[in-house]
């Protein structure tokens, strides 16, 4: 049988079987802290506890996926409404008091879980663009949409632990060299475990030092 993707397909079926295990666990172990974070939410701020927004997902030959990411809600209700489509800034005074809390420990991505067990994410890969950004960035960058050729986006991932947030143009075109070489990385099943490892390990440390933005 002609193989039809550059990822290698044991890569393929191991990294979608540890997606599935490890989000439905970390569901089920960090529920009582997501109960907590709703409250807190809830309590803090008016709006909804969650917040769902369009992003691009893995992009075929012949199709680009679109789905909805799910996150706790970090800034205060309609954010975006004068703005439109923006850039997450450092210090946004968007964000909220809960909210600044739940982004430096990446905490508001417990939901994205859902997203990982649909399919629609992965717990490793490039992130998920929003599509007005996508489109803009395709008019400056060459080659910017095939970062998740054939890859699904992630709730973390090389370019994502190496500089954070994108904040401008000049971020974006230093990332999409990460996210490449996250691509290479799934063309051999030693580099690519090594791979992980590596960004779990950073990803765990962000977390725990409350570098997130």
């Known amino acids: ?22 989000a439905i666990i970390c569901l089920v172990l960090t529920c009582p802290l997501a109960v907590v974070i709703a409250l807190m939410i809830k309590l803090s701020t008016p709006g909804p506890i969650f917040y769902c927004q369009l992003r691009v997902g893995k992009v075929k030959s012949r199709k680009v996926e679109h789905f909805y990411m799910i996150k706790f809600r970090t800034m205060i209700n309609d954010a975006e409404a004068e703005t439109g489509a923006v850039w997450a800034l450092a210090n946004d005074k968007r964000l909220t008091y809960v909210g ?24 490793i890969g490039p992130r998920p663009e929003r599509p007005e950004i996508v489109k803009n960035l395709e008019k400056q960058i060459p080659f910017y949409s095939e970062r998740t050729y054939q890859i699904t986006p992630g709730i973390t991932g090389l370019a994502q632990v190496s500089q954070g947030y994108d904040t401008c143009i000049d971020d974006v075109k230093t990332k999409i060299a990460y996210d490449f070489a996250y691509s290479l990385s799934l063309t051999k099943l030693g580099s690519w475990l090594l791979m992980d490892i590596r960004i779990l390990f950073k990803t765990l440390l962000i977390m725990v030092l409350g570098r997130g933005q």
């Open 1 to 22: 049988m002609k193989q039809t993707s550059f990822i290698h397909p044991r890569i393929s079926f191991l990294k979608r079987s540890i997606d599935i295990v490890f």
């Open 100 to 123: 600044k809390l739940l982004r430096k420990t990446r905490l508001d991505e417990l939901p994205q879980f859902i997203n990982v067990i649909k399919g629609e994410m992965s717990l």
